[in-house]
């Protein structure tokens, strides 16, 4: 599937973007977004499962926390990959853990959506936490 052939997802770059839809556009943009990261990963190869759990609780987060002024803290940065979508790393996501693409985790020089560099589990607690 071409990118072009999501009515919702091709035109989210940002959460702002994400928030311009209704709840039924959200639903749908959702499905869309599970089909880009099967599409994608099953092409490049990464962590599938955890971002695929993941899809709607990015999609809410974004839609009702006003990001980045707002921050996210992921405990798990392959769980994030839907935040990567929707926060503008769609165009760079077939890149994911390449050389030179983008990073399989969260990674603060990739974008100001990314609170702190999340890998694995249980590192969240503590950067949320420190001043």
Same mark, same amino acid.
């Given at each position: 599937m071409t990118e072009n052939s999501y009515?919702?997802?091709s035109h989210i770059d940002s959460?702002?973007?994400?928030r311009k839809l209704s709840l039924p556009e959200? !639903?749908?943009?959702c499905g869309e977004i599970r089909e880009f990261l099967i599409d994608t990963i099953s092409k490049v190869g990464g962590h599938l499962g955890a971002g695929l759990g993941a899809v709607e609780l990015a999609a809410a987060l974004h839609?009702?926390?006003q990001t980045p002024e707002d921050k996210l803290v992921w405990d798990v940065g392959h769980q994030a990959y839907?935040? !990567?979508i929707i926060t503008g790393r769609k165009e760079a996501f077939h890149t994911i853990r390449q050389l030179d693409g983008i990073s399989?985790?969260?990674?603060?020089?990739e974008?100001?959506?990314d609170t702190f560099g999340a890998g694995h589990a249980s590192t969240a607690m503590s950067a949320a936490t420190a001043r």
């Open positions: 009515k919702y997802l959460p702002a973007d994400l959200l !639903k749908a943009a839609y009702v926390f839907p935040h !990567k399989g985790f969260l990674r603060r020089s974008s100001i959506y």
